[in-house]
Nanobody
Framework: QVQLVESGGGSVEPGGSLRLSCEAS????????IGWFRQAPGKEREGLGC????????SYADSVMGRFIISRDNAKGSMFLKMNNVKPEDTAVYYC?????????????????????????WGQGTQVTVSS
């Protein structure tokens, strides 16, 4: 079964850190572009950042630039989102996603809703709550 299984969500205080993980099964994550997304109540889904297969470099949304880091472990078929200096506005359900074809759209593919809505594999989502 092709799937991404998420883990690592929870509650954290402002200024704290959290690491989200996604483990791939049923497909070779190393051959896929990867991205992280979130959706807060009453808001549209937001692309946080993504890695393009062509050069392996990450692009980030302005809202998380300098605070969040996307990485991958191809040997383990895993991807990660390290969240640092979190803020209350980071509260949302977080999703990982992967796709084998979007590298054609360049490094910023995850910021285009028309591309995001067609991604091949999604995680189930994990809640992150930032509060004191």
């Amino acid at each position: 079964q092709v799937q991404l299984v998420e883990s690592g969500g929870g509650s954290v205080e402002p200024g704290g850190s959290l690491r989200l993980s996604c483990e791939a099964s049923g497909f070779p994550l190393k051959d896929y572009n990867i991205g992280w997304f979130r959706q807060a109540p009453g808001k549209e889904r937001e692309g946080l950042g993504c890695i393009n297969l062509r050069d392996g470099r990450a692009s980030y949304a302005d809202s998380v630039m300098g605070r969040f880091i996307i990485s991958r472990d191809n040997a383990k078929g895993s991807m990660f989102l390290k969240m640092n200096n979190v803020k209350p506005e980071d509260t949302a359900v977080y999703y990982c996603a992967a796709d084998s074809q979007v590298q054609a759209y360049g490094r910023t593919w995850c910021f285009y809703p028309s591309i995001v809505e067609t991604l091949e594999v999604w995680g189930q989502g994990t809640q992150v709550t930032v509060s004191s």
